[in-house]
C-alpha cells in the first residue's frame, strides 16, 4: 500500500523550532520528488519546500526561504522539514506529499502531487 505518514507535530511558542517528518511506505522516496504544504483554516493549501530525493536538489517558496529547510534520508525512507523561527501564522496542518514527471516549482507552486499523507497539525501561540 502506498502511503506517506507525517509525524512530529504539535504546540510550539512563537520563535521556537519543530521537525516533522515524512515516512513513506510501499515505494522507495529516492525515485519521486517529495514537498511540504501545509493549510491553515480557511485557506488554500500551499507549498512550502520540495525536494528531489535523489539527488537532494531543492525547492523553497518565498514564504519560508531562509526559515525552513526541507531533507531525506534515503536509507530510512524518511523526509523531513525543518523549522525554525516560528510564528502565529505558521499555525496550520502540514501534510508531505509525492511527485514524479514534475518539476519541484511545479510541484510545489502548483500543488502538483499524486499522492497526500494525512497531514500533522502544528500550532505556534504563547
Known amino acids: 500500500q502506498l502511503q506517506l505518514v507525517e509525524s512530529g507535530g504539535g504546540l510550539v511558542q512563537p520563535g521556537g523550532s519543530l521537525t516533522l517528518s515524512c515516512s513513506a511506505s510501499g515505494f522507495s522516496l529516492e525515485y519521486y520528488k517529495i514537498g511540504w504544504f501545509r493549510q491553515a483554516p480557511g485557506k488554500e493549501r500551499e507549498g512550502l519546500s520540495c525536494?528531489?530525493?535523489?539527488?537532494?536538489?531543492?525547492y523553497y517558496t518565498d514564504s519560508v526561504k531562509g526559515r525552513f529547510t526541507i531533507s531525506r534520508d534515503n536509507a530510512k525512507n524518511t523526509a523531513y522539514l525543518r523549522m525554525t523561527d516560528l510564528k502565529p501564522e505558521d499555525t496550520a496542518v502540514y501534510f508531505c506529499?509525492?511527485?514524479?514527471?514534475?518539476?519541484?516549482?511545479?510541484?510545489?507552486?502548483?500543488?502538483?502531487?499524486?499522492?497526500w499523507g494525512q497531514g500533522t497539525q502544528v500550532t505556534v501561540s504563547s
Open positions: 525536494i528531489y530525493a535523489s539527488d537532494g536538489t531543492t
Open positions: 506529499a509525492r511527485a514524479s514527471l514534475v518539476t519541484l516549482k511545479a510541484m510545489c507552486e502548483d500543488r502538483r502531487v499524486t499522492l
